[in-house]
């Protein structure tokens, strides 16, 4: 009797243990534990995803958190965390604040499957010299451009430009007159067919005059003082405060521009900016209303532009200058051979001195002006510390 009590007892433990067994794997979740830990790249761009899923996947409409992580001196305590909800149908992304030698870290653990890829971000752009577009590839950055009065060795203002350490070559000392960027929406997309623009002048230098087509610019001004002139036609400048009404006169408006004060040129009105400082004139500048004929430029037309183009039998009387008395400093022939030049040295006079541009960061070179966005064979010299002139072969 006893043992048939023992087998009993057995038989029933075996079905309760599968009973339990069964209830156990039946209890499951749906989805496995998915852990994504990722080393983050300095000047990165990334996407971070969902895995799109079935309304009846446990996961549908949950929230995924990632955790960042990133360590430099640049942060308080040298590290900075945060913690993103991602929503079911959304996606982040994201660039990394850290640079060469610095670490980020991205966690997420979830029941539910994250993917991450570099992406490049749509909504950042700004000012890079060439090295640093090469090495940020998280937005649509913009090459900044450096202007230079190319001073000639027998030139009067050569043994000054020397003293103040200038780069110089066999032929020319080089005196900085200031920086031009613009970011449109040919290199900057979200931008559509406003633009942004980074103006900085150098003391006893000018933005030459200049016309905007289609263009009205504002300035914010944040550092120095500056001479900043306009020619506005009448009928142009709102009166009233319902924009119904403008001024009839013909205006020419003088404004010398401090720190934290703003200008603004009306569309298609000829303006020009003069640094009248010891320090750096600097703006931050701001173009809309209408969409550029060309996406690639401002259709910005200079005065030299005009007057550069001009039959010397039509300049010469607008001028009031005499073709026939040589000794005048400017004659109609040498006015017309005055460059479009983006910046003027103040000291210009009637031989003419020549502006060289080029890439921020990067020194003048007279035989080779200009500024070129990087190649890629630039970019992977960059960043394996070669000279830009090595063939890269192994």
Same mark, same amino acid.
């Given at each position: ?48 995803? /969902? ?92 090459? &900044? ?33 200031? #920086? ?16 942004? &623009? ?8 000018? /933005? ?31 009166? #009233? ?48 209303? &209408?969409? *550029?004929? #060309? ?38 022939? /040498? ?37 070129? *966005? ?15 002139? #090595?063939?890269?072969?192994?």
């Amino acid at each position: 009797m006893q043992n048939l009590k023992r087998r009993t007892i057995r038989l029933l433990a075996v079905i309760l243990s599968a009973v339990l067994g069964s209830l156990l794997i039946l209890g499951e979740p749906a989805s496995a534990n998915h852990t994504l830990t990722q080393c983050l790249q300095p000047n990165t761009g990334y996407k971070l995803y /969902r895995t799109e899923v079935e309304r009846e996947n446990p996961c549908y409409g949950e929230t995924v958190y990632a955790k960042f992580t990133f360590e430099g001196e640049q942060f308080p305590g040298g590290e900075f965390k945060e913690t993103y909800p991602i929503q079911d149908g959304w996606e982040l992304h994201f660039n990394t604040p850290l640079s060469d030698g610095e670490t980020g870290t991205l966690h997420v653990e979830s029941e539910c499957e994250v993917n991450v890829e570099k992406e490049q971000l749509q909504l950042l752009s700004g000012f890079k010299t060439k090295k640093e577009a090469c090495d940020n590839t998280s937005g649509h950055f913009v090459i &900044g451009k450096d202007y230079y009065a190319a001073i000639p060795k027998k030139g009067l203002d050569y043994k000054q430009c020397l003293k103040e350490g200038n780069h110089q070559d066999d032929e020319y000392c080089y005196e900085p007159l200031g #920086s031009l960027g613009a970011i449109t929406g040919n290199n900057f997309p979200a931008l559509g067919g406003a633009g942004i &623009g980074q103006l900085i002048i150098k003391p006893n230098a000018i /933005r030459a005059p200049h016309w905007h087509l289609q263009f009205a610019e504002a300035g914010y001004c944040y550092e120095g003082i500056g001479q900043v002139g306009v020619i506005v036609p009448s009928q142009t400048i709102p009166k #009233s405060k319902d924009g119904q009404e403008f001024y009839s006169e013909k205006i020419v408006e003088e404004m010398f521009v401090k720190n934290d004060e703003i200008f603004l040129f009306p569309e298609s009105s000829q303006h020009y900016l003069r640094n009248i400082g010891n320090d750096d004139f600097a703006c931050t500048l701001f173009f809309a209303e &209408g969409t *550029p004929l #060309s996406r690639d430029r401002l259709l910005t037309i200079s005065l030299q532009n005009i007057v550069g183009n001009t039959p010397l039998g039509v300049l010469g009387p607008m001028l009031v200058t005499d073709e026939k008395n040589q000794s005048l400093a400017y004659t109609s022939e /040498r006015v017309s051979q005055s460059p479009a030049q983006t910046y003027t040295s103040v000291d210009q006079g009637p031989d003419v001195i020549k502006v060289i541009e080029a890439c921020s960061g990067e020194d003048p070179d007279y035989l080779h002006p200009g500024c070129n *966005p990087p190649t890629r064979k630039e970019c992977l010299a960059s960043r394996l510390g070669l000279s830009v002139f #090595s063939r890269m072969e192994p």
